[in-house]
């Protein structure tokens, strides 16, 4: 079970002037508040990836997932998985499962999570309220924290007097420095409260993000802000700077759209003792029109790439090159080298295009590295899944899997490259007008002996020497078989190209 953490001090916090003693805090505290971090690089590598089960696993969520698993095991520490389900309208089992399945089928094993369990359980938020409460009510009685009677209509007044003045729209602090008995009159009339954090007037944070650099923000721009609802529900970045904290998270790696929430989490982690991690807050992932990649673009979200025929190596390999690279040339990785070779110093901090037309060349660069035999078994798995063939294995699927395989990028391109090549009308070539004639005309002894000439590889030897080598060739073959070259080979072949099989008339020389 989670229980308060002294800690490693992975990365302390440095404030000047330190928060005053609480009877002092809740009145008259001049706050100011300068934060300045140090690592200690001998702490153990603990990471985590925390989904909000309210739909499938964007892509964008499947490369911070890869980043952190990639730093964790480049380091030798542990991949954590947390469930953040607080939203309880929208979280649902069936995404939370969904969202398992996803990071499964990627190869991205959790060393602590759901279905794995640890020490730092449980690991769904919705699981862990009790906790959360315990860590208000220590806010409270330091008095970094105080209730908040203000309902949502004078909540919206104050917006909109700081809207007219053109100022933030900050809390005023109205009931910061409440009396005693004011509080207690408003608890005995039973009035819903929101407990508020105390955020120093005056000062600046300063963090040093190991993707952006120094990162800075200035607290006058904040205002007192709500940890715990009215309805006992914790506050996004209250129950994560716990979770963080109680877990003994020591590095934070999450899209950049979360970066501004540090702000906030700071000033949790300092009130409560708790050491900070480091933070790495990495690009967004962009359409080719360098707006955020969105379902409007097309397909974004693992399931739909792994139903579309995407193998789960090649999504690996495409998705950790969004930002990153080893410096070399080469674009081509396994899990296991982009675990040699991951750095979150080479993360690049601007946006990364998605471009699916190169995550299909790569599909297909990975699906040609596939030993033959599971390729043959992958496919043919697929082709009786489909209806396309009443049998998986066989000599029939490897040699339809040899034939076509140079000229597919995805597995499920193999079913229209099958079906191009089952709906030859091989029946109605042999009976036309100019079929016959060939069948009749022993087709059977030529198609031996040009069969045993392509076993051999004497055909192949003939067509590498060019057209003249092919026509002597094919003048020996006739001699052999006491047959015209010319219309030796006359009729309707099968031609082999990148969309499938089509047939035309070719004439041979």
């Known amino acids: 079970m989670a229980a308060l953490v002294a800690g490693t001090p992975w990365m302390r916090i440095r404030v000047i002037p330190e928060f005053a003693p609480p009877f002092i805090f809740r009145r008259h505290f001049r706050r100011n508040f300068s934060v300045r971090a140090s690592i200690d690089s001998d702490a153990p590598v603990r990471v985590r990836f925390a989904p909000s089960p309210t739909g499938n696993l964007h892509v964008g969520g499947a490369r911070t997932a890869l980043f952190n698993y990639l730093f964790a095991r480049s380091k030798g520490g542990k991949f954590v998985l947390r469930i953040e389900d607080t939203d309880l309208e929208r979280s649902t089992r069936e995404s939370e499962e969904a969202v398992l399945r996803d990071l499964a089928w990627l190869g991205l094993d959790w060393d602590e999570g759901p279905g794995v369990g640890g020490d730092y359980g449980p690991y769904r938020q919705s699981e862990r309220n009790a906790m959360y409460k315990q860590y208000a009510e220590k806010l409270l009685e330091s008095g970094h924290v105080y209730r908040c009677f203000c309902s949502n209509e004078e909540l919206e007044k104050m917006k909109e007097i700081a809207e007219l003045k053109k100022l933030p729209p900050v809390y005023s602090g109205k009931w910061a420095t409440a009396a005693d008995g004011e509080v207690e009159e408003e608890l005995a009339k039973g009035t819903p409260y929101t407990y508020r954090f105390r955020v120093p007037k005056e000062g600046s944070l300063k963090i040093n993000d190991l993707i952006r650099g120094e990162v800075s923000w200035k607290l006058d721009t904040l205002g007192d802000f709500v940890i715990m609802r009215s309805n006992g529900q914790p506050v996004y970045n209250f129950c994560v700077t716990v979770d963080d904290a109680t877990m003994a998270i020591s590095h934070v790696i999450r899209a950049e759209e979360h970066l501004p929430n540090t702000l906030r989490q700071a000033l949790i982690y300092k009130a409560l003792g708790f050491p900070m991690p480091s933070f790495a807050h990495v690009s967004l992932i962009l359409a080719p029109d360098r707006s955020k990649l969105s379902k409007r673009h097309g397909a974004t979200s693992v399931g739909q790439y792994r139903d579309m025929g995407y193998l789960p190596q090649a999504m690996v390999n495409y998705l950790a090159l969004l930002g990153w690279g080893d410096g070399t040339e080469n674009e081509f990785f396994t899990i296991d080298q982009l675990v040699e070779k991951f750095s979150i110093g080479r993360v690049n901090k601007s946006g990364a295009v998605f471009d699916s037309t190169k995550l299909r060349w790569m599909n297909g660069q990975h699906l040609r590295a596939i030993p033959f ?3 043959s078994q992958l496919i043919g798995e697929r082709w009786k899944s489909t209806g396309l063939l009443t049998e998986s294995e066989g000599p029939f699927v490897e040699d339809a899997v040899q034939l076509l395989k140079d000229g597919i990028d995805l597995v499920t391109d193999s079913d229209t490259a099958l079906s191009s090549l089952l709906s030859y009308p091989v029946h109605a070539t042999l009976t036309s007008p100019e079929g016959r004639p060939i069948v009749e005309d022993k087709l059977s002894e030529v198609s031996a002996h040009l069969l045993a000439a392509y076993d051999s590889g004497e055909l192949f030897g003939a067509l590498e020497e060019g057209l003249a080598g092919w026509q002597k060739w094919v ?32 004439p041979w020389p």
């Open 373 to 375: 035999e599971e390729l």
């Open 475 to 506: 003048k020996g073959f006739g001699k052999t078989l006491k047959r015209k070259a010319v219309t030796l080979m006359a009729g309707e072949v099968i031609v082999h190209a990148p969309e499938g099989f089509i047939n035309r008339k070719t």
